[in-house]
Nanobody, 124 residues
Framework: QVQLVESGGGLVQAGDSLRLSCASS????????MGWFRKAPGKERECIAA????????DYADSVTGRFTISRDNAKNTVYLQMRSLKPEDTAVYYC?????????????????WGQGTQVTVSS
């Protein structure tokens, strides 16, 4: 039983930065690969970032590479997504997810647990 709660979404201007947080409860946080997904209007859900149990391995979608950074603090049971140089096309609902698989890849979509999502809107 794992619960995930995202926070930090909001309205920002193009070029600005925003940090999303995902607080986890239940289970053992350090055992889970964590990922950030997003669902934009008219587009399929995509995984944009993933991070390993220890944080030593990460993977990013091409659309966010160089702009977004995923990190985790196992002592706080929290995973973060630092978003920089935001663009209007980054507008989406952002979800965090947890999985017991050791695979760290943005191609993996079958995560075990999901948060409710937080809206990020970037104005031009």
């Amino acid at each position: 039983q794992v619960q995930l709660v995202e926070s930090g979404g909001g309205l920002v201007q193009a070029g600005d930065s925003l940090r999303l947080s995902c607080a986890s409860s239940g289970g053992t946080f350090s055992r889970y690969t964590m990922g950030w997904f997003r669902k934009a209007p008219g587009k399929e859900r995509e995984c944009i970032a993933a991070i390993s149990w220890s944080g030593d391995s990460t993977d990013y979608a091409d659309s966010v590479t160089g702009r977004f950074t995923i990190s985790r603090d196992n002592a706080k049971n929290t995973v973060y997504l630092q978003m920089r140089s935001l663009k209007p096309e980054d507008t989406a609902v952002y979800y965090c997810a947890a999985d017991l698989s050791r695979v760290v890849s943005t191609r993996i979509r079958s995560y075990n647990y999901w948060g409710q999502g937080t809206q990020v809107t970037v104005s031009s």
